[in-house]
């Protein structure tokens, strides 16, 4: 029997109507690449090696639509980290270019590697002004972070390879060397369709996971993290930083007509989802989300002016009355919880740097736990 891949392939009970890929991709016109930096000797789950690192890059409107804004907001639970362009995103509400995701020590090439890919694809875009949204998580426990691994052509490659459809979860990309609750970790995705009337809207999450403490770990309600605290290198060891450090990035996209301002009040709701899954939210952990949405396409654009404005010259935003979000905001709870637990579920043991390993989350272990608590 082959390995599961995500939390409904062990049986785990969400919450929640899923779109078709139950990922962000499921939002139309999103698209993920990855580039994955694995280095070292024997194959991935038995190999040492130094590099265990890479970049992810989300495109709210694909390729062709950089340069196209969205509504966005964004919102900090922790500090403790870093994503860039966020000044900008709290002026306007708007985001035109790709969101990268990668290492702390790796922000740097990444955006570099952002602003090569417009000016050679987008030139006139090029022209004025670029602050590329990029984000972060530690990797250091299994990658050498302090290394120059991640080069900017490997940013234009994530981007270059972005593409809709079913996303690869767990140790690809920017979350190839993350932990999550001392288990693998890494990358996660999982969506969720919401009627308004007439018309059906989705709301996907993408989530770098890389946080929270063994014992806290939560699945469906179940406290699971005790029970399962066997085989824990990764909080045993001296060096690394107190249990629950590293961080998580969420990225929000929805094709729901929103306000700047209703793209932060999701991405405030972000908190709620991580916490059904055991996070009290760690000092060592920066906990930052961002919301889109790719509705009113090209309404927030900012350039330079020509001329005196003519009589039509007003951008118009069509939104959901702040009565109605209220499915949106339970959706947000739904995909946050089920991305986690999608990227927990994808992990495989992983050895990196100084042999230092990570286990990937026990399948059997965990459905029997579940078992035994709904069975009472």
Known sequence: MSRPVRARDLGIELPGNTGPHNGITDVPGVEVGYTTLIDGDGPLRVGSGP???????????GKDGVGTACAAGWYSLNGNGEMTGTTWLTETGSLDTP??????????PCHRGVIDWIVEHKPAMATEWLLPVVAETWDGYLNDINGPHVRPEHAVRAIDTAAGGPIAEGSVGGGTGMNCYAFKGGSGTASRVVQYGQYSYTVGAFVQANFGARRELTVTGTPVGNALAADNPLEEADSTPPPGSGSVIVVLGTDAPLLPNQCTALARRVPLGLARTGTTGSHFSGDIFLAFSTANAGALNSSSPRGEPRAGDYDVLRFIPWGRMDPYYRAVVEVVEE????ALVAGETMVGRDDHR????PHDDLVRLLRRQQTG
Do not use: D, E, K
Request: glycine share 10%; no cysteine.
């Open 99 to 108: 969101v990268l995701i990668t290492n702390t020590h790796a922000v740097g």
């Open 339 to 342: 991305a986690v637990l999608n």
């Open 358 to 361: 990570s286990p990937g989350l």
């Open 51 to 61: 590099v265990r690192t890479g970049v992810t890059a989300l495109l709210p409107r």
